[in-house]
C-alpha cells in the first residue's frame, strides 16, 4: 500500500485515538489509563509489546527481514497541571490536567506510523517505538535509560520531536548540535529576624536582602558569563512577609537557570550560591541555598541531524525544512536518550493563523492536521534508516 494511502486510511482512527487521549490526561509517572490504551493498540498491530518501563513506559517492537540495524522513535505522553478552557467538544474530562503541550498528538502520530510501518513492512531491521511518561516533571527518558531502556531495546540511533505553535504549519525545524538548554533551579531562603514594622534597628529585614540578591542575580549572565554563550537566570519567584507593619523571619527565592555549557552551567551555581551567601552576609544574615541540577542540555547528532535533514526534504520539500539558527533555551528530557545513543531531536510547526495559543497555555489544543504529516513522516523516516540493502 502505498504511504499516503495507508495514512489517509488511518486519518479517522488516528483523530479519534488523539481526541481520547486528549480527553483522558495523566500526569507524569501516573499515565496508567494512556499506558494500557498505547499497549493495547500496538498489540493489536502486532507488536512485542514491554511495558512498565519506567513504571508507565511502553516500548513496542516490530521486526522485518533479517538486517541487524535498529531505529528508535520516542514519543512523550504525560499532561500538565493545567485547568484546560478550550471550549473542545473532547476537552479533559480531568478537572486541573490536560494535554496542554501536545503530547497526545505525539503519542497519536507515533501509533500512526506504528499502524503504517506495520502494514507495509517495508524495512529490514528492527523498529523500536518509545513511548516515554514524564516529560514534564520527572524527567521519564532518564528512568527508562536508568531502567535499562537501550540494553533491551538496543537503537542504532533515536530520534523525537515536538510540535511547535510558534513555527509555521508543516515546517521541519532541526539543529545539528545543541537544541535545547540545560535546566536547574535554585531555592533561596534568606533567614532574617521578624519584628516591628516600626522598629527595623531591632529587626533582620530578609526582605531587603532578598531585594538585593535578586538584583545582584542579574549581574552573573551580565557580568560572569561569556557573551556568546546563551544563559538565562531567572527568579520566578519571591515569597515574603504578610502586612506593612511586619518584618518578616525569612523570604524565599526561586530561581530558574538555563544554560548550554556545562562548564557555564557550574559557573551559574558557583556565581548564585557565591553573591548569595555574600549579599546576606553584608546585611548580618544569613541565606542558603538548595540547589537542584535538572535535565541536562538536549545535543542532537551530526550524522543523524544529516540524515533526518535529508528524509525532511524529500519528504516536506526543501522549502518546509529548515536549520534553526539558535537552540531554545527550553529543555527536554529526549536529552537523557542522545546521550546514550546517537539522534536527533526538531520541530514540527503547527501556526496557521498566527493565533495559536503557545504550549503550556489553558486554551493550547494540538493541531490534528499534524497528524497525518508526523505519522507519514515518521514511517519514511524509519523506512529510511532501515532500507533493504
Ligand atoms: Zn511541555
Ligand atoms: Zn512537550
Redesign the pocket.
Known amino acids: 500500500m502505498k504511504l499516503s494511502a495507508a495514512i489517509d486510511n488511518a486519518m479517522p482512527e488516528l483523530v479519534a485515538i488523539r481526541r481520547d487521549l486528549h480527553a483522558h490526561p495523566e500526569l507524569g509517572l501516573d499515565e496508567t489509563r494512556t499506558s494500557a490504551f498505547i499497549a493495547r493498540h500496538l498489540e493489536e498491530l502486532g507488536y512485542q509489546v514491554a511495558t512498565g518501563i519506567a513504571k508507565t513506559g511502553v516500548v513496542g517492537t516490530l521486526r522485518n527481514g533479517t538486517g541487524s540495524r535498529s531505529i528508535g522513535i520516542r514519543a512523550d505522553i504525560d499532561a ?1 497541571p493545567i485547568q484546560e478552557e478550550t471550549g473542545v467538544a473532547y476537552a479533559s474530562t480531568k478537572p486541573g490536567l490536560m494535554h496542554a ?1 501536545g503530547h497526545d498528538g505525539h503519542t497519536a502520530m507515533l501509533l500512526g506510523a506504528a499502524r503504517a510501518l506495520a502494514e507495509r513492512r517495508n524495512f529490514d531491521g528492527t523498529i523500536h517505538l518509545i513511548f516515554q511518561p514524564a ?2 516533571n520527572a524527567g521519564g527518558a532518564k528512568i527508562m535509560v536508568d531502567e535499562g531502556l537501550f540494553d533491551r531495546f538496543p537503537c542504532d540511533a533515536v530520534f523525537a520531536l515536538h510540535n511547535e505553535p510558534n513555527l509555521p504549519f508543516g515546517q521541519f525545524a532541526l539543529r545539528e548540535g545543541p537544541i535545547m538548554a540545560a535546566v536547574d533551579e535554585a531555592r533561596i531562603t534568606v533567614h532574617g529576624r521578624g519584628g516591628h514594622g516600626a522598629e527595623p534597628q531591632a529587626t533582620a529585614d530578609p526582605i531587603v536582602c532578598g531585594a538585593s540578591i535578586v538584583m545582584a542575580l542579574q549581574t552573573i549572565v551580565a557580568r560572569n558569563i561569556h557573551p556568546m554563550d546563551p544563559s538565562v537566570v531567572t527568579v520566578g519567584a519571591f515569597h515574603a512577609g504578610s502586612a506593612s507593619n511586619i518584618i518578616p523571619e525569612r523570604a524565599e527565592i526561586v530561581v530558574g537557570i538555563r544554560s548550554f555549557d556545562p562548564a557555564v552551567r557550574d559557573e551559574l551555581e558557583r556565581r548564585i550560591r557565591m553573591i548569595t551567601e555574600a549579599q546576606a552576609s553584608s546585611f548580618g544574615m544569613r541565606a542558603t541555598v538548595d540547589y537542584e541540577r535538572s535535565y541536562d542540555a538536549t545535543i542532537n547528532h551530526k550524522a543523524e541531524t544529516d540524515f533526518l535533514r535529508e528524509a525532511a526534504i524529500r519528504f516536506a520539500g526543501a522549502d518546509k525544512v529548515v536549520d534553526l539558527a539558535r537552540p531554545f533555551m527550553g529543555s527536554e528530557d529526549f536529552a537523557y536518550m542522545l546521550k546514550e545513543r546517537p539522534g536527533s531531536y526538531f520541530f514540527l510547526g503547527s501556526r496557521v493563523t498566527g493565533e495559536e495559543k503557545s ?2 497555555h489553558p486554551g493550547y489544543d494540538f493541531n490534528d492536521d499534524l497528524l497525518p504529516i508526523g505519522a507519514a513522516f515518521w514511517t519514511e523516516l524509519a523506512e529510511a534508516y532501515l532500507a533493504r540493502r
Open positions: 500538565l503541550c516529560e514534564e504550549l503550556h
